[in-house]
């Protein structure tokens, strides 16, 4: 068994079966495909949202100017008001790191493991609470448990900024935050928790939406973004209000998730292979450019279907 972290993809899917497995009961994470208040305030109560940004020059620039925040103020005193903070300590582990973040700051139930967990680090500052999420047998296996073994990587070295120096496509998990009438920025790369304002649970919405829109505006036509709400459990929800139509469609998503975390779990790299190898020897040139577009578009139809299906 690999002691290392691998890199997880964005999905609702994965990173509500993560919390699941975390044993962190009636708490869901799901897509939100538009950064607007509205889009936000549809998945109340919305206990903070995951950001995932391609890390670029403007990131690299404020990292090396003393590690100061894109926007807002860093608070220095965050341990005095009890908020939970840790430094990102090993490489791959921003995304189960993002999510631990806001779930230790919530009014939620944790259950016994992250329980125990928060309570053993108490007092702990943000690279000693981060070097012991890096260390826990549990949360690494839960976390790695959403890749194919062979994938798996034995990498212990940290996540200096130096590793985000060079542009190579990598990617970025931080949190945003409503904490006791404050809004939060929760980035493990950044010293400290950053301060954007005061908001309240009713206008988090819209105040997020606005950071997040000033955010984007500053990676120069970048359009790889995603974000993610973490809520409450929707189907159990809605079966205490017994919505047959929307129970329906919360099964179906979550039938869908089952099936894409399976496939993530193997490896299907020799099989694709030889696939591509065999096809590519009996096709000409046109004829397998003509199969790429194809394909290309079927994917295509497949997401806009699949979005559909889980659109309510």
């Not at 926007?71 to 995304?95: H, L």
């Not at 304002?197 to 955010?215: D, I, Q, W, Y």
């Amino acid at each position: 068994m690999s002691d290392g972290w691998n890199t997880i993809d964005s999905d609702a899917g994965v990173f509500t079966e993560l919390v699941e497995k975390l044993q962190v009961p009636n708490v869901e994470l799901d897509d939100i495909f538009s950064i607007d208040s509205d889009s936000l305030s549809q998945f109340a109560p919305l206990h903070g949202v995951i950001f995932l940004f391609k890390y670029g020059n403007i990131d690299r620039q404020y990292a090396s100017d003393g590690n100061k925040p894109l926007a807002g103020t860093y608070d220095k005193d965050y341990q005095e008001k009890g908020i939970f903070f840790a430094k990102q300590t090993i490489q791959n582990a921003c995304a189960t790191q993002a999510v631990l973040n806001i779930l230790m700051n919530s009014n939620i139930d944790l259950g016994p493991e992250l329980s125990n967990f928060k309570s053993f680090v108490t007092g702990f500052d943000s690279e000693m609470t981060g070097d012991t999420i890096s260390n826990s047998t549990l949360i690494r296996t839960v976390h790695n448990s959403f890749s194919a073994p062979p994938m798996i990587a034995n990498d212990k070295r940290p996540p200096q900024h130096n590793y985000y120096d060079h542009d190579d496509g990598l990617f970025h998990f931080i949190g945003y935050q409503n904490i006791d009438g404050t809004l939060y920025e929760l980035d493990g790369l950044k010293s400290y928790p950053i301060e954007h304002g005061p908001c309240t649970k009713e206008t988090f919405p819209h105040a997020v939406s606005e950071v997040l829109m000033k955010r984007i505006s500053m990676y120069s036509g970048e359009l790889r973004f995603s974000l993610l709400a973490i809520t409450h459990n929707r189907l159990e929800y809605f079966k205490q209000i017994d919505d047959a139509e929307a129970m329906s469609q919360e099964v179906v998503k979550r039938e869908q998730w089952a099936r894409e975390n399976k496939l993530r779990r193997q490896d299907y790299t020799g099989l694709i292979g030889a696939l591509v190898t065999s096809l590519a020897s009996e096709c000409s040139e046109s004829e397998w450019t003509r199969l790429l577009k194809e394909a290309e578009h079927k994917g295509h139809v497949r997401m806009i279907q699949d979005y559909k299906s889980i659109r309510r």
